[in-house]
């Protein structure tokens, strides 16, 4: 008979957090905010897997915006633009643009360190435009916990 075993380390280098080793966070941050996502506890960091992004706007405005991911002790993560998919005007109705993103090796987030997003609003086209912080992107990101 042979008996194969495997590094459990190796295979499965999540490190447990408690009942709930998963992470998940959704909402919306505006034109202008910088907003922190979620902070990573001291004993353990965080991957970040999977990113939604989409521009908010209304029917008959167009909103184009800028999301910059950061961490709260300075390093830039990422920039994406998105775009509301709304106008319906004298040239018809237009696609818009979201971010939607599996990351293979995920962005890692240091234990005591936070997620900042960072929104600026930059094109828009069409009537009714209105107030920028009005809108901004909605976004959902998951992840899990591990050992530093």
């Known amino acids: 008979m042979l008996l194969f075993l495997l590094p459990t380390l190796i295979a499965n280098p999540i490190t447990s957090y408690g ?5 998940s ?7 202008g905010e910088q907003k922190t996502l979620f902070t990573a506890p001291s004993t353990h960091d965080i991957v970040v897997t999977d990113l939604i ?4 706007s209304n029917m008959t405005c167009k909103r184009s915006h800028k999301s910059e991911l950061g961490l709260a002790s300075g390093a830039t993560l990422g920039q994406f633009e998105t775009a509301s998919s709304h106008y319906n005007g004298n040239h018809g109705a237009s696609n818009g643009l979201s971010i939607q993103h599996a990351f293979s090796g995920g962005i890692r987030i240091p234990a005591s ?4 997003i960072f929104i600026t609003q930059g094109d828009t086209y069409g009537s009714n435009c209105g107030s920028s912080t009005a809108y ?4 959902m990101l998951s992840g899990y916990y591990v050992a530093p």
């Open 25 to 31: 966070i959704g909402g919306t941050a505006y034109d």
């Open 53 to 56: 992004l989409t521009s908010s």
């Open 136 to 139: 901004g992107v909605r976004y």
């Open 113 to 116: 360190d936070s997620l900042t």
């Open 19 to 23: 009942q709930n080793p998963l992470l």
